[in-house]
């Protein structure tokens, strides 16, 4: 759901509801921008692609090892692993990389990439395809 209001300065506030159910809004001079802002953020959201705006100054290698933290519910070994692949990686590549630039099309290639150069050649992802999605990295 969102809104746009005319402020009594003149300026328009855009409003919505993230998909965590939190408000957010940004002002604008032009209604166009603000309702172009709007219907990006809605097309964003249906696409499965939003992310939450105070998250999109963190990188991906900082946010990994929050995430891995949170992975409370795994066999220690499997936690293990997923800690060695991130290590060895997925933060190598994309560690610098901040979450809001983060694309589903890099990480697909990243992904396909060494098994068309070989079993000798690439990353030595041999096992990081089938784990990058339960990173929460391969979705679309």
């Known amino acids: 759901m969102a809104s746009l209001r005319k402020r009594p300065d003149g300026r328009w506030r855009a409003r919505y509801r993230g998909p965590d ?4 809004s940004k002002h604008f001079d032009r209604k166009v921008d603000a309702e ?7 097309v964003s959201k249906d ?24 992975q409370t519910h795994l ?4 936690k293990t692993r997923y800690a060695s692949l991130l290590a060895t990686h997925v933060v190598p590549a994309f560690g610098n990389v901040r979450l809001s ?13 060494p098994h068309r150069q070989g079993p000798s050649r690439g990353h030595g992802t041999a096992g990081a395809p ?3 999605p339960r990173l929460g990295l391969g979705r679309p």
Do not use: M
């Open 21 to 24: 159910q939190r408000e957010r």
């Open 36 to 42: 172009k802002w709007l219907a990006g953020v809605s």
């Open 47 to 70: 696409r499965g692609e939003w992310v939450d705006p105070s998250l999109s100054v963190v990188r991906l290698g900082e946010w990994s090892q929050q995430w891995l933290d949170g």
């Open 75 to 78: 066999k220690p070994s499997t």
């Open 101 to 113: 630039e983060l694309r589903h099309a890099a990480i697909q290639t990243w992904v396909v990439e």
């Open 130 to 132: 089938g784990a990058v």
